[in-house]
């Protein structure tokens, strides 16, 4: 088994922080100085895993006066993952975003007509499993799936699949949370995957690339309340 890094070990420790010292959004972080102490790591570990926390939204930099919370991890995400995980599981959306996005790209340019009715159908399932109290993670794997499968490249479903451990986390979080709010909340959800079969049913690439990359970035906003 792979080792975590020590930024990975920074990046879990300053969310715990957060989350101990109930910090709001808005919050100053610690200096460097005192994080690295903290953790038990060196000044420069802990600028990587700030910059990685800034990434998933996590903290932010304000120039000259150092770092502040941005967005809290939502409580619910815990019953999906351990917190150690969390740094690794976020940082799936990295790699959705470059290849996601071009696989959707590139599905709106070369599905086939029966490809075409696999996602029609795929989004119907999911449609079908948000819209109930069933988990929905399966359906809407298989539909973004079928958009690798679209593409006519096994190595975007390779990639997919390899990717599938931490994007199954972040699937079943991301229903459970949007459930627990209002239904508009699914229901925006759900509009996000119809604009991108939309696009790639007219095969308008840029619009289903960009459809994608706005809806993974706010699947990853939902994972914060």
Known sequence: MTQPRLSDHAYAAIVELIKAEDLEVGARLPSEA????????SRAIVREALVRLGSDGITEVRRGAGSFVKGRPSERLAAFMPLAELPATLGSYEVRFVLETEAARLAA??????????????????????LSSAPAHVEDRELHRAIADATGNFAFQHAFD???????????????????????????????????VESIRAQDAER?????????????RRLMP
């Open 34 to 41: 005192r994080l690295a102490e903290m953790c038990g790591v």
């Open 109 to 130: 340019v070369r599905r086939t007509a029966e490809q075409m009715d696999v996602l029609e159908s795929a989004l119907e399932q999911l449609r079908t499993a948000l």
């Open 208 to 220: 289903a690339a960009l459809a994608m990359r706005w809806h993974l970035g706010e699947g990853r």
């Open 162 to 196: 390899a990717l599938w451990p931490d994007v199954e986390k972040i699937m079943q979080a991301g229903v459970d949370i949007s459930r627990s709010r209002s239904p508009a909340v699914v229901a925006v959800m759900l509009q996000e995957h119809e604009v991108i």
